[in-house]
């Protein structure tokens, strides 16, 4: 058995803003068939403590940044689940980052900073005998963990794994308050946390941790590269030996079209057919257009590349598909898709609403992830696994999971989507087209489908991965 002591913001079901929680709270359960016992530090945000059962107090620290903290273990949701109740600054509203209003909380670096601080004194203490062998943490929100772990110079040994998530949040603070976040300076420097004459808590665990994990094998790739790293593409061409790509898997319990926990009427083809028919009648679509029925599930930023969708979109409109959006994120992107709704063919539903995610990736011909980057993407794995062909950017994890339908893959068999390369709306348009063109060939088209569904998705592959990496560290 190795203890892992995944140190986290989000975790689902408790709490979820993106795939980061995904992926947290699939993990525990994920790789204990492989001899990993781990445990997640959350903090306790109101969700959390009302989830907690049995939780007893296991840690606690007076003037933990500016009040009480007391870490409680017990079990939420099925999880094994350190909560860190430090009710000022975790028992609010809004989301894990901000304030209802869309402001980011101003003392995050203190809030997450507190997170880092009792991760490593669980990782040096333990907890009720409990003794983590490797702390697994997670983006910036962890990252200060590694450099409190190496401050403490204890003389037990506690390896330490770092995953980027997405390197575009760089959790960066202004020097002034290094002593304020307890950080020595010694490892202020170029060598260390400082970035651009700033803290950064993502550069503080890419630096100080013994491995680094990014999400899938081509963004460990691109991070390496001015293009995709923000910045740190430097520290990870560095740190090279020591960083590995581990695609995320879907948790395939709840993502299951043979038994789906919200839908339960989807069942193989029949259920797709049923699915579809429900999913137009919800969104007011034509139910005898003649093109592909695309869905999109996302949040709406830059980075999902929706805006070249919304100048693509003829493309899909002339040749009689559809478009339904779910999502929720900059203001300009949600009015712009409103206002393309007016098309009679386009729907779009504002806001985060995880049973519509459901129905909308189960009756869909065909899911868009337009992305200008995409560290894994988790809605292109659900797409494959209910037979709903992806249309995806060639980057990232995009890259790495959906086989791209040209002559040859057509040819043996093996498609599984389209993918398009450059991340141009021309290009997108273009490979709007062309999904048109294979969905109207409807034995091609039921080929692609069907291997789509036959991919692998779930976890198992990559739980072995990171148990013969925490094994490695620990
Ligand atoms: P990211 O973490 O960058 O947002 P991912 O594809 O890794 O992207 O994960 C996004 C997760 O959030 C998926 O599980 C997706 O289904 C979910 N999601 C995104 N937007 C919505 C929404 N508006 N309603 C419901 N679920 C959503």
Known sequence: MTRVLSVASECVPLVKTGGLADVTGALPAALAPYGVDMRVLLPAYPAVLAALENGREVMAEDGLFGGRGTVRAGRASGLQVFALDAPHLFDRGGNPYMAANGQDWPDNPERFAALGWMAARLAVEGAEGWMPQVLHLHDWQAGLAAVYLRQMRSARRVGTVFTVHNIAFSGSVPADRLAALRLDNTDYNLEGFEFYGRISTLKAGLVFSDRITTVSPTY???????????????????????????????????????????????????????????????????????????????????????????????????????????????????????????????????????????????????????????????????????????????????????????????????????????????????????????????????????????????????AAAYAALFADVS
Not at 320 to 348: I, K, N, W, Y
Not at 417 to 443: K, M, N, S, V, W
């Open 220 to 462: 460990a790739r691109e991070l390496m590269t001015p293009a995709f790293g923000m910045g740190l593409d430097g520290v990870m061409r560095a740190r090279a030996a020591h960083v590995t790509g581990i695609l995320n898997g879907v948790d395939e319990a709840v993502w299951n079209p043979a038994a789906d926990p919200v839908i339960p009427s989807y069942r193989g083809p029949k259920g797709k057919a049923r699915s579809r028919a429900a999913l137009i009648e919800t969104m007011a679509l034509d139910p005898d257009a003649s093109g592909p029925l695309c869905v999109v599930v996302s949040r709406l930023s830059a980075q999902k590349g929706l805006d070249l969708l919304l100048e693509a979109l003829p493309a899909l409109l002339d040749r009689g598909g559809q478009l339904a959006l779910l999502g929720s994120g900059d203001p300009m992107l949600e009015a712009a898709f409103l206002t393309a709704a007016e098309h009679p063919r386009v729907a779009v539903r504002i806001g985060y609403d995880e049973a519509l995610s459901h129905r909308m990736i189960a009756g869909g011909d065909a899911i868009l992830v337009p992305s200008r980057f995409e560290p894994c993407g988790l809605t292109q794995l659900y797409g494959l696994r209910y037979g709903t062909v992806p249309l995806v950017a060639l980057t990232g994890g995009l890259a790495d999971t959906v086989i791209h339908a040209n002559s040859a893959a057509l040819a043996v068999g093996v498609a599984t989507g389209i993918q398009f390369h450059p991340i141009t709306a021309a290009a997108l348009a273009e490979a709007l087209a062309d999904l048109c063109r294979l969905y109207a060939d409807r034995p091609t088209w039921e080929r692609i489908r069907k291997r789509a569904m036959a991919h692998p998705v779930g976890w198992q592959g990559s």
